[in-house]
């Protein structure tokens, strides 16, 4: 991240709200691109702001991938290196949050069969650590969304794809499932055919708000409602509750002259993530950072510190799901609460 943006971020000061809650952030990336790192020594600034995280869940972005052999093999990479880091971290020179103690990685489930060697390999490369896959699956055919990554329409939906998808089980591997709103109801149909497999669904779903979807608008809003509302009716599927301050979900806020504060982004992000809480329920709820990719938006402490506020009329025992249980129950976490 620039210094500009850094800069930018710091514009916005706040106390920590309940610093004493133990907080697993069950999504973030490790990466080092051109002008962009984000590795242990940024993620523990962030870490370190005032929340207490307990421990974290890396969450695949095509980091450090091998740069020879087999290339379904290529993204075990990633999973050799946030494994070491892990261990790195483990040996308590760096402080009590356990960064990286679940891993999900990549691997092409559109190989059908032919992934079980793959995750055998990222199973092995990440130790007692590796968790499970994901296979992104955003995809809309307008060029106004613009991806990182460019999966072919419908691949959730694709016999191959499912063959690979179906993997999963014997390993006790779980699935994170990144994918844009309209597309909800292929998941949906993804998870009614593989109850036995654990599906946790990124960032809401997927709320667009930019190109030709208005957030504010009652199709949208409706659309996402029914697709959340059918995945909440699925036993197997668990949601993360973060990632609006992507620019694509239309709030705007990293074009502010400074950023929002804990009590603006409340306000706008309750009416989602309570909605995801009111049909999932707390123990199938989780909230996220994201970062650094929602980083363009906020800071750390001040995220957290929005999710406190809207957690805030929640039960001791909800707040413990949202904040940590759920995430440590469904990435198979030791727990780190106490």
Request: one cysteine or more.
């Amino acid at each position: 991240m620039t210094t500009e943006r850094e800069a930018w971020l710091k514009l916005t000061k706040e106390e920590i709200i309940d610093p004493e809650l133990p907080i697993c952030d069950p999504h973030h990336h490790l990466w080092d691109r051109p002008n962009d790192r984000y590795l242990l020594e940024e993620l523990l600034q962030d870490t370190r702001s005032g929340h207490r995280i307990v421990q974290t869940v890396f969450v695949e972005c095509q980091s450090m991938y091998r740069k020879d052999g087999p290339p379904e093999m290529q993204p075990v990479g990633e999973t050799e290196f946030v494994q070491g880091i892990a261990d790195q971290v483990a040996k308590g020179k760096y402080g009590k949050t356990a960064v990286a103690a679940g891993i999900v990685g990549f691997a092409d489930l559109s190989l059908g069969a032919a992934v079980a060697p793959v995750l055998e390999a990222h199973m092995a490369a990440g130790k007692n650590r590796f968790r499970g896959i994901r296979h992104i699956s955003t995809w809309d055919a307008s060029p106004a969304i613009i991806s990182s990554r460019h999966p072919p329409k419908g691949l959730l939906l694709d016999p191959k794809f499912r063959e690979g998808f179906a993997c999963l089980q014997k390993y006790n591997l779980s699935f994170d499932a990144w994918l844009y709103h309209p597309q909800l109801m292929e998941l949906v149909d993804l998870a009614r055919a593989f109850p036995g497999i654990c599906i946790v669904v990124n960032h809401i779903g997927g709320l667009l708000g930019t190109g030709p979807y208005d957030r504010q608008s009652k199709e949208v809003h409706n659309a996402w409602q029914r697709g959340v509302a059918a995945l909440a009716a699925c036993r197997n599927v668990v949601v993360k509750l973060g990632g609006l301050g992507m620019p694509r979900s239309g709030f705007g806020w990293h074009e502010q002259p400074a950023p929002p504060n804990s009590t603006e982004l409340a306000k706008a992000m309750a009416p989602y993530y309570r909605y995801c809480i009111e049909q999932f329920g707390p123990d199938r709820c989780m909230f996220e950072s994201n970062f650094p990719v929602d980083k363009i938006s906020y800071s750390y402490r001040v995220i957290w510190n929005a999710f406190k506020r809207i957690a805030k009329d929640f039960s001791p025992r909800e707040r413990a799901a949202l904040f940590h249980d759920t995430a440590a129950k469904v990435y198979r976490l030791q727990t780190k609460r106490k």
